[in-house]
Each structure stands twice: as structure tokens, then as C-alpha cells.
């Protein structure tokens, strides 16, 4: 599959200056193509956003239960730092890695911390809540690292060879892929 995803979809100008096209491949199979490519790349992120949705509807369920210092702590870490956090990890290409964060933060730290601080410890609904805002501060915290961490002078070369893989070339234009 690989092979595939480099594959250029339009057709080549060659040298000669006639248009060329790279196979003969039937349109209906181009389309199913495309349309697996396009689900490698979607399924994470539908991923990532179901789950991100998911402490939406626990913060919506929970808001009579909390004060206020805690309801603006949430608001602040999760519109601001995770937010910009996980749209910069999906920009760079990291779609399966914040599916992953995602599951780990929210169903194997923040579900468990806050089953044991709502129950274990009698702080009821409100264990439950902290335990979900410490699930939201441990994927904060890695996607921070994870965007800390990245390449990005390689995250622009990958971007435009994306962009060049759509594009016919014109003969005039430089070779930046490297």
C-alpha cells in the first residue's frame, strides 16, 4: 500500500512536452483507491475526535457537581493547550499517535484514577471528574512533548511532496524535496 500512496495521480508532462499518463488503470479503481488512502488517514482522526467528544459529554454531565476554580482549570487546559496541541499533532501527520494518546489518557489513566478517587476514596462525583481532568492533563502533557519533539524542517519536506504529488510540474519550477 505503500507503493500506492506515492503513486502521482495526474498525468506527467515529459520532456518532449506531450502529456503522458503513468498507467491505464480504470477510474472506478483509482476512485477505490483513493478512497482506502483516504481512510488510513480518517479513521484515526474520527478516532481522536469521538474520543475527545466523549469528555465533552462528562463535562456536560458534570458541571452542576463542580466549583467553579475546577470548571475553569478544565476549560482553560482543554480549549487552549490541548486543543492547539492535538491540531498540531494531526497537522504533522500524527493522526494514529493522538488515537492512541487519546485511548491511554482517557480510558487506561483518567477512567482508572477516577473510579479510585470516586469510589476508593469517597469523593464520589467529583473523584470521577478530577480523575477525567487528570486523563485530559497526562494527553496534554505528551501531545506538548510530542509537538516539542517533532521534526519540523522534515514535516515540511513531507508537506510539499504531498503537495507536489497533486500538482503537474512546470519545467521553470525548482526541485524542493530535499
Known sequence: MEEDMNQKLLREVDAAGEISVVDQVPLKDKVWSE????????VP???TRASTFGINVITQAFVGHIG????????FIYTVFLSFAIGVAIGAGLQ???????LTAYYLVGIPVGAVLGFVF?????????????????????????????????QVIIARNRVNRWTVKDGNEPDHTT
Open 35 to 42: 478512497m482506502k488512502k483516504m481512510w488510513v488517514v480518517a
Open 45 to 47: 482522526a474520527i478516532f
Open 68 to 75: 467553579s476554580t475546577e470548571l475553569a482549570a478544565y476549560s
Open 96 to 102: 494514529s499517535i493522538v488515537a492512541y494518546v487519546n
Open 122 to 154: 469517597d469523593m464520589e462525583v467529583k473523584g470521577v471528574w478530577i480523575g477525567m481532568l487528570f486523563g485530559t492533563f497526562v494527553q496534554t502533557v505528551v501531545l506538548i512533548i510530542m509537538t516539542y519533539k517533532t521534526n519540523w524542517d522534515e
